[in-house]
């Protein structure tokens, strides 16, 4: 059931958006969280390296030695990307542009003609390290050199994130998409399921009723719980359904047809059901742009080779689903984007998107506790 018995105001304007201003004013909430960008098997030799963009800085995560360690990808020297590559393996983290060296610790090692650079200052020309921490099969990393940890901002949800991708758990989806909207659209999207007949008239056919729908908030953000199928009306969700519970049984797996799904203030969304967990990451790009970051786990027994054949068929079958979704839902970011820039109105928020309304609430609040400190 839904918690508010009224609708509800629409907290943030249309130009929070896509306002260059607004952008700055969230990027400490950003820099602060914690965020799921690479997979720890992506690390398994040393050397292996991958890059991503996180609140405005480039960052390389990278195996030293066996070492995990998260660094700035721009060079001391004179900015340059050290990799343009998405994910790689080199023997040294060395720039692309004149081929300085770093270290674990972000300290220079080589300096092509370094005679040229006398004096040298080795504590001021080194790149910035940032935190990074795996849980479970997922590497998270912060911007931030300081502030709560992972399992602070993760909580309770740190131990079932860890079991539900322990190690009978395999990636099945990894996906990065681009988006030509602002981080929260794409966010918001996910906290409601009032737009599903319209955008998922195949997938899932019908919004789950009301009695279905459980709301649950907490300072740390919100979730949303039902049980499957959504909509018994849609023979492809109900067929998905019919065919998880029997692949279950068989693997000799409890079936509870619960869907759960979770969003942790700012941009963290995890969905859960018997066989399935999913991770997005939703990181902005710009202000009217941003990038979503898709890890999707299914269940793969260690052992039984039939067991693992028939698990990895349905790892890619499900995969597939949420990527048809995904599409669906990606198809109609622009036109919101497009309309915000439009819009003069205020907007409103119906019940069934009151998450919608407490996420908006920790925007407000954050970015104004924020605006005053400083």
């Not at 759960?260 to 997005?280: E, G, I, K």
């Amino acid at each position: 059931m839904f918690r508010s018995e009224t609708r509800l105001p629409h907290l943030l304007t249309p130009d929070a958006y896509f306002n260059p201003q607004q952008a700055v004013r969230e990027e400490p909430l950003l820099r602060q969280s914690w965020h799921p960008v690479a997979l720890v098997e992506q690390f398994a030799k040393p050397g292996d390296f991958v890059t991503c963009e996180i609140a405005g800085e480039a960052v390389q995560i990278r195996n030293f030695d066996g070492e995990l360690r998260a660094l700035s990808n721009v060079c001391a020297h004179r900015h340059c990307l050290i990799s343009s590559c998405s994910r790689g393996n080199s023997e040294t983290m060395r720039c692309q542009y004149h081929g300085w060296e770093y270290g674990h610790d972000g300290r220079t090692r080589r300096i092509p003609a370094s005679s040229n650079f006398r004096p040298f200052n080795f504590s001021g020309e080194q790149i910035p390290t940032f935190r990074v921490e795996p849980c479970g099969p997922l590497v998270f990393v912060s911007p931030s050199p300081s502030g709560p940890g992972l399992s602070d901002v993760l909580g309770e949800f740190h131990s079932r994130l860890e079991g539900r991708t322990s190690a009978e758990w395999r990636p099945f989806l990894v996906q990065e998409m681009e988006h030509q909207a602002n981080w929260k659209v794409v966010v918001e999207n996910t906290l409601e399921a009032y737009h599903v007949p319209y955008i998922h008239p195949e997938t899932f056919k019908e919004t789950p009723p009301e009695q279905k729908s459980e709301h649950r908030f907490s300072d740390v953000g919100t979730s949303f719980h039902s049980t499957l199928p959504f909509a018994p009306e849609s023979k492809m969700d109900a067929w998905f359904q019919q065919r998880e519970g029997q692949f279950l049984r068989w693997l000799g797996r409890p079936v509870t047809s619960e869907y759960s799904q979770y969003h942790l203030f700012p941009n963290l969304l995890f969905s859960m059901t018997d066989a399935v967990t999913l991770s997005h990451c939703v990181l902005p790009t710009g202000p009217d742009t941003c990038r979503s970051i898709i890890f999707q786990f299914g269940i793969c027994p260690e052992r039984g080779i039939l067991k693992r054949q028939v698990s990895r068929v349905w790892g890619r079958l499900t995969a597939w689903l949420t990527r048809q979704i995904m599409m669906e839902d990606a198809s109609l970011f622009p036109k919101i984007q497009k309309g915000l820039r439009s819009s003069s109105g205020a907007g409103v928020l119906g019940r069934c998107e009151e998450r919608l309304h407490s996420f908006q609430s920790y925007i407000s609040e954050q970015t104004q506790s924020m605006s005053r400190a400083a």
